[in-house]
Each structure stands twice: as C-alpha cells, then as structure tokens.
Nanobody
C-alpha cells in the first residue's frame, strides 16, 4: 500500500524559509508528475508547484521567484523550498503524486507564517 508522508511544516516568521519534503512508502511506479498544493481556511485547494518526470516545472504566480520544487526520483521524494514567506502563504500543504492509473495524496502539513 502506497502512502505519501510529508514533513517540514511549522511556524515561521514573515521573510523566513521552510523546506517541505514528501516521500512515498510502498511500491509506486511511473510517477509522471509530483505536485504541491495548499488549502487555506475558507478557500479552495490550489496548485502551488509541480514537476514532471522530465524536470519541467510550473508555479502559481503568487509563489514564483520565492518557491522552488525539486524531486529525487531514486527516493520517490519531492521537495518544496519556500523562501521569503508571507502571512498569506499560511495553509495546509499537500503533496500529490500522479501515476497511471491513479493519484496519491499526502495527509497534509501545516505551514503558518506569523510574527
């Protein structure tokens, strides 16, 4: 059974940095896309960043230039480096792995940006 386990969330002051990680346990194959999503209270879940198996990336406009997504294919792990964090980045962050024929979601990790 495949599970995605996220780590790295927490409380940080505005302007600070955090690095999230999401690792898959169990047998998982043909991950063609890994992504990070977030959901703030009262808002819909939104895509933050994604990376394909070929290394192509895309970012939400609100995080461009501040966040960087990367992946370690050998470890089935995806990372999200978050710099210059703002209060509006506060949310639960979820990772998602897309394979054929299904998708897998992590349980979420809380990121709070506050002074």
């Amino acid at each position: 059974q495949v599970q995605l386990v996220e780590s790295g969330g927490g409380l940080v002051q505005p302007g600070g940095s955090l690095r999230l990680a999401c690792a898959a346990s169990g047998s998982i194959f043909s991950i063609y896309r890994m992504g990070w999503y977030r959901q703030a209270p009262g808002k819909q879940r939104e895509l933050v960043a994604a990376i394909t198996s070929g290394g192509g990336t895309n970012y939400a406009d609100s995080v461009k230039g501040r966040f960087a997504i990367s992946r370690d294919n050998a470890k089935n792990t995806v990372y999200l480096q978050m710099n210059s964090l703002k209060p509006e980045d506060t949310a639960v962050y979820y990772c998602k792995f897309s394979t054929v024929p299904r998708e897998y979601w992590g349980q979420g990790t809380q990121v709070t940006v506050s002074s």
